[in-house]
């Protein structure tokens, strides 16, 4: 069994499958319009499953599922507001809703495609970039499982030394950062995040309690710029770009031995 | 994530040893925190300056900035982080934290009026006793307030924290909330009273303080609370009274925290006092305010009692994938600031019962506890043991399985590149302009997605067509030799009821063609052999069966020099002669052609 390609194509997307459906609360930072593209047209979305909804709402507010949960008073409208995704991460909470539907299988998912921060652009940042995300989802998944795993997919990339940092995402418990040893410039450099989603994400679309999710995250760009020594993104991406450096460009060999 | 300033020497000093900046990464790699940066006080006044060029004196202080998680309040000040790195590190036991023995008669009250509802219903306070400061200590009180005020408190909107010289105020206190007009006082570092309507306007030049005026700004009433003889301590969310500043010299600090959300209120208090309990003459002992609402209802805070979590030993072992021994668990949580006694109830399955003290807010779950416990661990000691075992890489196959949309699309990809065009990637955001008016289109406001907050004119809208970030590309490549051919595959998108965010993306395939003539019939050309890989036949007008073309009048193109491709019936796409005026609207001092079409409907 391989992972299988999520259906990406939808830029596009609620607050609640972006934020709450992820149990990322209202006033998290990254629900500011510093932050995120919100948008004037369509302005809000027009249906949600209101029976999840209202267990989000529940879990939001009161917790459940053997936890405390936040205690605020959780908007509709705040959900309802539509946005430019600003992770990939919305679309797997869409997948892992629509599999908790049927009798558990497990998955392994994998997405490659654009995401969009309304942040300040400099020659490391965009208003938009692609994120790589691959999540596993089966009963009894570990932490060292996701070790495992990180290992086998970085090192297909040339990425043997890892280390891993813990650190904060409101969707996982526990999350790492995974840092990559580079060999040319003698330092640990940061090459993605990576974490098991949490219970009050999983449980309230109705997958089995035994059920974990592994997932990990990592931008195109940035390992692509390491790899190639470029240093300004736009160099990389966009309208920006020299013509004639790109049909110099030799071959991409990676993988091959 | 917040980052926090702290003098190196000082933590050092708080943790009771000191660490080569290579030890001290790797403690704080390990504890799930960041050294950000190495400076001083004066380097960072010479980066304002621009004057990095000069050099620094050796003696200058040097600063670490420290990069902490975004629910971890507690490490929002040296005290708090020196605090959790000693448990960490087993310098220290874990602190209790207590309330002080006050007599009902004795304790300070707050009585809130019924009108705050209607602008920020809750307050709540605790008093620090005996408290010492010095210069470091009182800057340290200060820029706490400032990381709570900035992170939890989102810019003052839930929670406003007020911090006062408990000595020049007198109780009872109370909590108001009353028209402008009727509200005076002296303001923290000014001289002369003013109104609170008064206030507001002489605040909107106030660089710092503006940014908060909007949160009461045109509510009839104003939050303010006043001691018993009338002195206003604060009009909270703005700005403290002067009469109640605390000094150097403070001895005994009141702590008022008014709020939109009572949650977080009572996390922000807990913080302050946790933290900064240690320097009172009773350590980690604080003094409760009871708060009493017009309803009669009353409340005792600060909150700091323990929130106990029941956890079992092989829920932590299986989720983290080691197995663990009860007596190691509990020195691992240990060192994470949290109690865990094995409880007796259950004979069959260990468990513990984990006291997660008021400081560890971000505690909502056992898995939070597992998290702990796989931190006290060590993620890279549990990376030895995965790596070791290779699990992991057995569950991670190596076939894919792609979403057809995408691998059609590679297949395209290939095609066109085989007939000699360079691949681009351009932005999915435009502005408006290059969507429309560049392109002499109207925009009748049915098709475009709308950005509500774009930071540029750059991100006003979502692509509609491939055709602007194309012709941009030619713009900045006006001296590649020419002929330049470049295609794009990618997504636009769309507004469209039928979906339930109201759009859809749209695979579409744009490529050009710019050289010394316009090159239409190479574009054509395009059009037929992707036709043909696609095994669609050429058929006259009206056949339904395969395609065909017919002119076609879009603006963009040339007029005569144009043509919409018919597929199955259907309009896929258009192609021509880029109208001169588009050009000349893109800078672009060539001739080109171009064809854009859907290619969903190929699948």
């Known amino acids: ?257 | 994530m917040p980052t926090i300033s702290v003098g190196r020497d000082r933590l050092y000093a708080a943790l009771g040893k000191s660490y080569s900046q290579e030890e001290f990464e790797d403690l704080c790699f390990s504890f799930g925190i960041e050294l950000d940066d190495v400076t001083t006080e004066k380097a960072i006044v010479r980066k304002e300056k621009h004057l990095e060029d000069e050099v620094g004196d050796d003696d200058e202080e040097v600063i670490y900035k420290i990069e902490v998680p975004a629910n971890r309040y507690d490490l929002l000040c040296l005290e708090g982080l020196a605090q959790a790195l000693r448990v960490f590190c087993g310098f220290q036991e874990i602190p209790t934290y207590t309330l002080a023995d006050v007599t009902k008669d004795a304790i300070l009250k707050m009585h809130v009026k019924k009108e705050t509802s209607q602008i920020r219903p809750y307050v709540v306070c605790a008093v620090l006793r005996g408290i010492t400061f010095d210069k470091a200590r009182y800057n340290s009180f200060i820029d706490l307030q400032d990381k709570l005020h900035q992170n939890i408190c989102r810019r003052r909107t839930l929670v406003a924290i007020g911090t006062h010289d408990l000595d020049k105020l007198e109780g009872p206190f109370t909590y108001e909330a009353l028209p402008p007009s009727s509200i005076s006082f002296i303001p923290l570092k000014q001289e002369r009273c003013f109104r609170a309507d008064e206030l507001m306007e002489f605040y909107k030049s106030d660089l710092k303080l503006k940014k908060f005026l909007h949160i009461i700004e045109g509510s009839p009433v104003f939050p303010v609370l006043y001691d018993h003889k009338r002195t206003v301590l604060s009009l909270p969310p703005i700005i403290n009274g002067a009469h109640s500043a605390i000094t150097l010299e403070t001895k005994n600090v009141f702590i008022e925290c008014t709020a939109t959300d009572l949650t977080k209120a009572k996390i922000v208090l807990n913080t302050m006092v946790t933290t900064f309990s240690e320097y009172c003459e009773n350590k980690f002992v604080v003094e409760p305010v009871e708060v009493i609402y017009s309803d009669g209802e009353s409340h005792i805070y600060p909150d700091l009692s323990v929130y106990n979590m029941e956890v079992s030993l092989p829920y932590l072992s299986g989720l983290i994938g080691v197995s663990l021994k009860a007596e190691e668990v509990t020195k691992l949580l240990n060192k994470m600031q949290l109690h865990a006694n094995q409880s007796a109830s259950d004979s069959k399955q260990c468990s513990f019962v984990v006291s997660v003290p008021p400081s560890r807010s971000d505690i909502l779950h056992p898995c939070d506890v597992m998290e702990d416990v796989a931190i006290a661990y060590g993620f890279n000691a549990i990376k030895d043991k995965a790596v070791i075992d290779n699990k992991g890489s057995k569950r991670l196959a190596s076939s894919l399985t792609l979403l057809s949309l995408n691998e059609f699309s590679d297949l395209i990809r290939k095609e066109v590149a085989l007939v000699g065009f360079t691949e681009v990637l351009t932005f999915i955001l435009c502005s408006k302009k290059e969507n429309f008016a560049l392109l002499n289109r109207k925009d009748d406001k049915s098709k475009a997605i709308i950005i509500g907050n774009p930071r540029s004119s750059d991100f006003e809208a979502v692509r509609t067509s491939l055709m602007p970030g194309i012709l941009k590309t030619v713009a900045h490549n006006k001296d590649h030799p020419k002929p330049i051919k470049i295609f794009e595959v990618g997504d636009i998108a769309i507004l469209d009821d039928q979906k339930d965010v109201g759009a859809k993306n749209c695979r579409h395939l744009a490529a050009l063609y710019c050289g010394a003539n316009a090159g239409f019939e190479i574009i054509h050309g395009l059009v037929d052999r992707v036709m043909e890989k696609n095994g669609v036949s050429f058929v006259s007008p009206g056949d339904i069966s395969g395609y065909y073309i017919e002119q076609s009048d879009e603006p963009e193109f040339l007029a005569g020099r144009q043509a919409r491709i018919i597929y199955k019936g259907n309009q896929i796409g258009t192609f021509g002669i880029v109208h001169p005026e588009v050009l000349n609207n893109f800078d672009i001092p060539d001739p080109c052609s171009l064809v854009e079409l859907n290619i969903e409907s190929f699948l």
Not at chain 1, 117 to 124: F, L, M, S
Not at chain 1, 196 to 204: A, I
Request: glycine share 8%.
């Open chain 1, 1 to 257: 069994m391989g992972f299988e390609e999520m259906q990406t194509n939808n830029f596009v997307e609620s607050s609640f499958w972006n934020f709450d459906a992820l149990f990322q609360p209202q006033q998290h930072p990254a629900r500011d319009s510093h932050d995120t593209f919100f948008l004037e047209t369509p302005s809000t979305t027009n249906k949600l499953p209101e029976d999840y909804v209202q267990r989000v709402k529940q879990v939001h507010e009161a917790g459940g599922y053997g936890s405390r949960g936040y205690a605020y008073d959780w908007k509709r409208e705040e959900a309802d507001k539509n946005l430019l995704r600003t992770h990939t991460t919305a679309v797997s909470s869409r997948m892992l809703y629509q599999l908790a539907q049927k009798p558990f299988t497990p998955k392994k998912y994998f997405s490659i495609d654009r995401v969009f921060r309304n942040e300040a652009v400099d020659r490391t940042h965009l208003a938009e970039f692609h994120q790589i995300e691959g999540l596993v989802c089966d009963r009894g998944l570990t932490l060292c499982d996701l070790i495992g795993v990180l290992h086998d997919f970085f090192s297909r990339m040339g990425m043997t030394k890892l280390k891993f940092k813990p650190a904060y995402n409101p969707y996982t418990e526990p999350s790492m950062e995974i840092f990559s040893y580079h060999e040319g410039f003698k330092k640990w450099v940061e090459v993605g995040n990576s974490g098991m989603f949490r219970p009050e994400m999983l449980q309230p679309m109705g997958l089995p309690e035994d059920v974990q999710v592994i997932a990990w995250g990592l931008s195109l760009e940035r390992p692509t710029m390491i790899l190639y020594g470029i240093d300004n993104i736009r160099d990389l991406f966009g309208h920006k770009v020299d013509l004639g450096l790109m049909k110099k460009n030799p071959i991409c060999r990676l993988g091959i031995e």
